[in-house]
């Protein structure tokens, strides 16, 4: 059964500079942003001033989907972050787009004994606006909701 | 190239080490070591010596060293190679002495990981082992990083929890003869499933504990090394290899490419491959780790590993014996002495002198992974010099 997330009282929060100011901050406008090589077109994550793969300076980030699968995952039980009461789901999720490309995250809406790998999850934003501090949309995923054809399949767990 | 020899090792209790600090551990595992040398050592005769340390919590490495051990007159060098540390500052000793420069070097290593509290260790030196920018706000603390690779290792491989468990059983009881083993006590598989999780899929006793340590070998040319012992050891092979550091682009998260490309150096140095391996220490840092590490070592083809722990092979009475020193896992980790104090394991189970003495083994390999994922060192020692 799904368990529905509540927004934590603080979090550690990054300070955006320099190639990475679109991915903490796409989710204003509700885009996850993941950089991408104009030379030979393969994402690249995290944001880098050249590509890893072919060393070009030609790369800018662009929006995906914010769709993927669960690479793999795991659920800390043990309260190391004072913000982050356990249990809580730490997930890789191989993007839609590109599966070699992985965003590294917290799995919310789930109950953590649910979670499988190949999971199909989905993008939403968490705004955080620290004072003194810069404002950044972390990126959070849960599971995509099943469709109504899917789940009404025989012999399929609703 | 010349061939280098082994001739000397000690290391320190690895414990929570509350009374003593780095410039006091040094020292007596240097001592330790001078007191193994079969005809003796004279201090004046190390001419370089090579420390790694992963933190420091006595002041800058090298100076400690110089000062603690009466060492002012010879070049110091601080290794810092992640958990590869201890391999690593073997590995560049090993070349000064193999290249000619150095006839007798000094290799120290040594950390005190509970110098910090438990509560707040993972946050000083987690900091250390990845990206904390990018990781913290989402919750990687660092157990998290080895249990991103257990859970999809678990997943393809069909290796069970329970394997895992066994790992953990192995390691603990090959501790009990050990005096330098921090947890001297025997667990069951029933106890290490029920024990408190950590990060899914490891409980309590799939993860090594905190230590403090200081262990020290000496590398002398081949020129020289009967001045010293009749009965040296071979540093046959060395090798270091590299990975992403972070998750994101890693290819396959059920091998570690790092120690497949260490220990293919290595054992192309050594003119062997794994079925020649007698004896292992293996950085089971977590207990699905070492499982892992069967296969990216060779000991086992890939999926293999459950089979392997399932036969028994890699226990005492086994036919390729690994971690009888008791492991990371149960003789504990301070991270710049762990892969030194394997060497130091591995000399004394060559020389017929250990606690867990195998019948007359010829290669020994140690091994370790970290950063958190991103480097292994692979070190092969020999009874044989060609």
């Known amino acids: 059964m799904a368990q529905t997330y509540t927004r934590p009282d603080f979090r550690l929060t990054p300070t955006p500079e ?82 070699d490309v992985r965003i590294f995250s917290q799995l919310v809406d789930v109950d953590p004994a649910e979670v499988r ?30 469709s109504v054809d899917a789940a009404t399949v025989p012999g399929e767990e609703a | 190239m010349r ?78 190679n992640a958990c590869a540390t201890g391999n690593d500052a073997v590995r560049n000793a090993m070349y000064a002495v193999a290249s000619g420069i150095v006839d007798v070097a000094l290799v120290v290593g040594a950390d005190k990981v509970r110098e910090s509290s438990s509560r707040s260790t993972f946050w000083e030196w987690a900091a250390l082992t990845r990206d904390v920018a990018w990781d913290y706000p989402l919750g990687l603390v660092a157990p998290a990083n080895f249990a991103l690779h257990a859970a999809r290792y678990l997943h393809e491989s069909g290796a069970t929890r329970e394997h895992m468990a066994m790992v953990a059983v192995k390691n603990h009881r090959h501790a009990l003869t050990n005096p330098k083993a921090q947890l001297r006590f025997e667990i069951t598989v029933e106890q290490v499933l029920r024990a408190p999780t950590v990060v899914e899929p490891f409980g309590l006793y799939d993860c090594t504990p905190q230590s403090d340590g200081a262990a020290a070998v000496l590398l002398v040319s081949e020129e020289v090394a009967d001045r010293y012992t009749d009965r040296p050891v071979w540093v046959r092979g060395v090798g270091l290899g590299l990975d992403r550091v972070m998750h994101q682009h890693k290819q396959d998260m059920t091998s570690f490419p790092p120690t497949v490309k260490a220990a293919r150096a290595a054992y192309a140095m050594a003119g062997i491959g794994p079925a020649d391996i007698d004896v292992a220490e293996v950085h089971d840092c977590f207990s699905a780790v070492e499982l892992i590490s069967y296969e ?45 104090s394997q060497n130091v394991e591995l000399f004394e189970q060559l020389r017929g002198d250990a606690h867990n003495q195998l019948d007359t083994p010829t290669y020994a390999l140690a091994h370790n992974i970290g950063g958190p994922t991103a480097v292994s060192a692979v070190t092969i020692l020999s009874t044989e010099k060609d």
């Open chain 1, 18 to 99: 320099g190639d990475d100011v679109a991915f903490w901050t796409g989710g204003e406008d509700d885009r996850l942003m993941v950089h991408r090589c104009r030379s030979c077109e393969q994402y690249f994550h995290p944001p880098a001033p050249a590509c890893f793969r072919c060393r070009s300076r030609d790369v800018a980030s662009e929006p995906v989907s914010g769709r993927g699968r669960v690479a793999t995952f795991t659920v800390n039980r043990q309260p190391w972050l004072p913000t982050l009461p356990p249990p809580y789901v730490i997930v890789l999720v191989e993007l839609e787009e590109q599966p």
């Open chain 2, 296 to 340: 990216d070592l060779g000991f086992c083809d890939r999926f293999g590993a459950a089979a392997l722990v399932e036969s028994g092979a890699t226990t005492f009475e086994g036919s390729r014996p690994v971690n009888l020193s008791g492991g990371l896992k149960a003789k504990g980790h301070p991270p710049g002495a762990t892969g030194v």
């Open chain 1, 117 to 146: 790998i190949g999971d199909e999850v989905e993008v939403f934003f968490e705004h955080w606006a620290p004072e003194g501090g810069t404002e950044v949309w972390l990126p959070l995923f849960r599971p995509v909701p099943p």
């Open chain 2, 3 to 80: 061939r280098v020899a082994m001739v000397g090792a000690g290391m320190t209790e690895f414990k929570e080490h509350f009374d003593l600090g780095i410039k006091e551990l040094v020292p007596m595992a240097v001592s330790e070591m001078a007191a193994s040398v079969d005809k003796g050592l004279d201090r004046s005769d190390i001419e370089a010596a090579w420390f790694g340390e992963l933190t420091t919590s006595d002041g800058f490495p090298a100076g400690i060293l110089a000062d603690s051990c009466g060492l002012l007159d010879i070049p110091v060098t601080r290794v810092e």
